[in-house]
């Protein structure tokens, strides 16, 4: 008898391991649109066409952004031109006659609501008079334009970055002063906490009258322990997006060039536990949130800082920076470049000889898969022209995927489809970073 108890044992962990795959629903790819995209110039113009060729991808689409009215509370608009007279709302949700499967919501905040960002807080303080307000002008905008439901990605108060110094010509390793970033943000963060709660659960029974969804999307450095008492909210939501990158920036974090958007702590050179995919992951899973509710999200741009001579030779991060690189040629956002931009910086034919900033970027991959490429060039002899990035590409992209699924989560939230390189100049394959996704989640 005794001899048998390997196999058994064996047995029973093959069925508990193989029985959350099987009465899984197929994973969410969760597509973000940013309508900005759709009135960028040139090739960054993003168009219903294009949409359209990523639909196929996609199990949601989230339609970004719209904003709350300071004084009174109420969702509005923040391109009434676009959203409104141009009809772009409806003709978004008009894909739903030809695409009935996917869900279409609309998202509050996004960093896109610039007015006031403190009334995202107010409106948590601000009672139920207020609070009443805007979930009725929520649920009026989302029927009208027939949306499927709305989608919170509230502007709460951030992480403080972690502040670095060095003297000039000093060794980067010794910094000179360095604060670890845990200073409070928000003193009131517990209630507001509570405020948040009540605020979701009055919002989700409004929804639910009319069949409504109900997501959450969790801002980059927005910090989910101050603001979300995660296994209150679970079951008021239908889903919840974790905001897994930009966890380093050049705006917000200008001296230090790093994994803006690692799968795992990278150790060493004193990072912060909390700065990547997994640790977000697992903030949510402890506390008994399920699986299939929580989904990472994945940046279709990377994050691009100056490097100056004193960057030192070795590109390895952390590396010494000066702020933002420029804008690409055809996102023109500072410290922003997407896929398209950086594949075509990445050694090919056409600028093996390129100067200046036509040069190649040296590219360094991550065999480990824990922590995604980043590519550099050194400045030139004047001091010009350095650059380093960190980006995800369809293969680190894939390998988040594969973490969705061997966790059992619910999928992949994309940031966003407007960024991806849906001409296909890097390839030819549009949309690379959402097949990536998709291939690996199937
Ligand atoms: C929130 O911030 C604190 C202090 O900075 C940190 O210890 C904690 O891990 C953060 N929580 C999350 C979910 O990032």
Same mark, same amino acid.
């Given at each position: ?6 196999l058994?044992l064996?047995?029973a ?9 099987s !009465? ?5 790819l969760?597509c973000?649109y940013?309508?900005?995209g759709?009135e960028?110039?040139g090739l ?8 359209e +060729?990523?639909l196929?991808?996609?199990t *949601?689409v989230?339609y970004?952004?719209a ?5 009174t509370?109420?969702?509005?608009? +923040?391109?009434?031109?676009l959203?409104?007279?141009r009809? *772009?709302? &409806? ?12 869900k279409f919501?609309l998202s509050?905040?996004g960093?896109?609501?610039v ?5 995202? !807080?107010?409106?948590l303080?601000?009672?139920?008079? &207020?609070?009443t307000?805007?979930i ?7 029927r009208?334009?027939n949306f499927?439901?709305?989608?919170l990605a509230? #502007?709460?108060p951030r992480n403080?970055p ?6 000039v ?5 010794s910094?000179?002063?360095f604060?670890?970033g845990?200073f ?7 209630? *507001?906490?509570?405020q948040?709660?009540n ?6 029974s &409004?929804l639910?009258?009319?069949?409504l969804l109900l997501?959450?999307t969790?801002?980059?450095?927005v ?16 889903f919840?997006n974790l905001?897994?990158f930009?966890?380093l920036?050049?705006t917000?974090?200008?001296?230090e ?11 060493g050179?004193n %990072?912060l536990a909390?700065?990547n995919?997994h640790f977000?992951m697992e ?8 699986a299939n509710?929580?989904?990472?999200a994945? &940046? ?11 960057s030192?030779?070795t ?5 010494? @920076?000066?702020?933002p690189?420029?804008a690409?040629p #055809? ?7 997407n ?6 910086l ?11 900033a036509?040069a190649? !970027?040296? %590219?360094?991959?991550?065999p480990?898969?824990r922590?995604?490429s980043y590519?550099?060039? +050194?400045?030139?002899e004047?001091g010009q ?11 680190? @992209? @894939? ?5 969705? %699924?061997?966790k059992?989560l619910g ?6 489809l407007?960024q991806?390189?849906?001409r ?9 970073m ?5 291939y690996r989640?199937?």
């Open positions: 008898m005794r001899s048998l108890w390997p058994w064996g047995l962990m093959t069925l508990l391991l193989s029985e959350p795959q !009465i899984n629903a197929a994973p969410h969760i973000y940013d309508s900005r759709f960028r110039q960054a113009q993003f168009t219903l066409t294009d949409l +060729l990523a196929q991808f996609c *949601h989230i970004g952004y904003g709350i009215n300071p004084d509370f109420e969702l509005k608009s +923040l391109n009434q031109a959203d409104y007279e009809r *772009h709302f &409806a003709q978004i949700t008009a894909f739903k006659d030809k695409y009935p499967y996917i919501l509050v905040g960093d896109r609501d007015q006031q960002e403190e009334k995202y !807080i107010q409106l303080e601000a009672g139920s008079q &207020a609070q307000r805007f009725s002008s929520a649920r009026d905008v989302v009208r334009f499927d439901g709305l989608d509230f #502007q709460l403080k972690r502040k670095v110094h060095s003297d010509g000093m060794a980067w390793k910094f000179k002063k604060f670890t845990d409070i943000v928000d003193p009131d963060a517990d209630t *507001h906490k509570t948040m709660t605020f979701v659960k009055d919002l989700s &409004a639910k009258v009319n069949d997501s959450l969790i801002l980059p450095n910090n989910s322990s101050w603001y979300f008492d995660a296994p209150a909210i679970a079951d008021k939501v239908d919840i905001g897994t930009d966890f920036t050049p917000r974090n200008p001296e060039a790093d994994f803006s958007a690692p799968l795992y702590e990278a150790f050179q %990072r909390h700065y995919v977000q903030h949510w899973l402890l506390q008994r949130v399920p509710k929580l989904n990472i994945i &940046a279709t741009y990377g994050r691009a800082w100056k490097l100056t001579p004193d030192g030779t590109g390895e991060p952390v590396v010494a @920076a000066d702020g690189a420029v690409g #055809q996102t023109k956002t500072e410290g922003l470049l896929w398209a931009e950086i594949c075509q990445l050694p090919n034919p056409s600028n093996t000889n390129g100067k200046g036509a190649p !970027i040296r %590219r360094v991959p991550d480990t898969k922590y995604g590519a550099y060039r +050194l400045p030139d004047d022209y350095g650059l380093w990035v960190s980006y995800d590409d369809p293969d680190t @992209a @894939a390998s988040k995927a594969q973490y969705a %699924r061997v059992n999928g992949v939230a994309l940031f966003d407007t991806d390189d849906f296909g100049q890097c390839t030819g394959d549009r949309f690379p959402l097949r990536a996704i998709k989640l199937l």
